[in-house]
């Protein structure tokens, strides 16, 4: 199973619950601590998943799905349960 991050911006018409339904239905557990800005843990590749959530947003919108298990992290300012999530996650 990924860690995928999933960032986005919407720019015009802002269809944001279309979207993060659509994100939740491809994750085995999410991190969603940051506005636009999700980790999720999933069976999806990063492109299957920018195809799956491309239907979900307009033309003038920016979409970016990366492939992060594995890779070195920091952060600060989250909830210790945010924390964990992303040491067992990535």
């Keep these: 199973m990924n860690t995928l991050m999933i960032g986005y ?3 015009q018409q802002k269809n944001y619950p ?3 339904d ?3 239905r491809m994750a085995n557990g999410y991190w969603h601590h940051l506005d ?3 980790f999720i843990k999933s ?3 990063p492109t ?3 195809d799956n959530l491309r239907q979900h947003i307009d033309e003038d919108d920016e979409l ?3 492939r992060v298990t594995g890779a070195s992290w920091a952060g ?3 909830e210790q349960s945010a924390y964990d999530w992303l040491s067992n996650s990535i």
């Design 43 to 45: 069976d999806f590749s």
């Design 64 to 66: 970016l799905v990366l």
């Design 76 to 78: 600060a300012g989250f």
């Design 18 to 20: 279309e979207l993060i």
């Design 22 to 24: 659509a994100i939740k």
């Design 48 to 50: 299957d998943a920018r």
């Design 9 to 11: 911006d919407l720019n």
């Design 36 to 38: 636009s800005t999700w």
